[in-house]
Nanobody
Framework: QVQLVESGGGSVQAGGSLRLSCAAS????????MGWFRQAPGKEREGVAV????????YYADSVKGRFTISQDNAKNTVYLQMNSLKPEDTAMYYC?????????????????WGQGTQVTVSS
């Protein structure tokens, strides 16, 4: 059974940092596009950062470039999202997603596997 389990969300003040983790199990971790998406109340889900497991394509949303970093620990089948200089507009539910396909951008389509989400709240 495929599982993506996110952790690391929480509440911080603007300017603070959080690191999200997404642990994958139940499928072949390599050769997957894996990434982070977020959805704020009343808004559509949007791509934040995606990366091809094992190296290759990495994409960031313009709104997070220079502040967020996606990374992999292949020994742990885990993808991280380091979030620095957080802003109130970063407040959202953050989801991890993965599927066996190339990373072609920040679109939400094509992913069959999604985590349950972890809430990030940034106060001003």
């Amino acid at each position: 059974q495929v599982q993506l389990v996110e952790s690391g969300g929480g509440s911080v003040q603007a300017g603070g940092s959080l690191r999200l983790s997404c642990a994958a199990s139940g499928y072949t971790y390599s050769s997957n596009c894996m990434g982070w998406f977020r959805q704020a109340p009343g808004k559509e889900r949007e791509g934040v950062a995606v990366s091809y497991i094992g190296g290759g394509s990495t994409y960031y949303a313009d709104s997070v470039k220079g502040r967020f970093t996606i990374s992999q620990d292949n020994a742990k089948n885990t993808v991280y999202l380091q979030m620095n200089s957080l802003k109130p507009e970063d407040t959202a539910m953050y989801y991890c997603a993965a599927d066996r396909m190339p990373c072609l951008g920040l679109g939400t389509f094509g992913y069959n596997y999604w985590g349950q989400g972890t809430q990030v709240t940034v106060s001003s």
